[in-house]
């Protein structure tokens, strides 16, 4: 009876687990996909990348155009997970952001391709991709 009892619980925590992970990674492809050009504006000559930090990034994604000044604002509302600690390799960047707050990161004038962004953890992550 007890070895029934344990292979049956076993079974049933296999499954669950197995849920929640196929869940969160159907999540995330369906948030990968999605791009949002809201998120980036040209005022004088200069060119904005917006994201949204708390509890990730948002949008994950995001197109801007390549050759012009640029600067991605990074803005905290109440932020206490990982996100606060961001880290863009492609420019030596890694600091632990307010709480609350924007932090303007100048990235000069960037050429075509991807500029990824991650929390120290490596849990969640945004890509700008400049065109």
Do not use: H
Request: net charge neutral; aromatic share 6%.
């Amino acid at each position: 009876m007890n070895k029934t009892v344990s292979i049956i619980i076993t079974v049933a925590l296999v499954i669950s687990i197995g849920i929640v992970f196929w869940g969160q990674s159907k999540n995330n492809l369906n948030l990968a996909d999605t791009e949002s050009v809201e998120n980036v504006e040209v005022r004088d000559g200069i060119q904005y990348v917006t994201i949204n930090a708390r509890g990730g990034y948002s949008p994950k994604i995001s197109t801007a155009q390549a050759d012009i000044p640029t600067k991605l604002i990074v803005r905290t509302n109440g932020t206490y997970d990982c996100s606060v600690a961001l880290v863009i390799r492609s420019i030596d960047y890694q600091k632990i952001l307010s709480q609350t707050g924007e932090e303007v990161i100048d990235l000069g004038i960037p050429q075509a391709g991807k500029l990824q962004g991650l929390c120290s953890m490596g849990m969640y992550g945004f890509a700008v991709n400049f065109k």
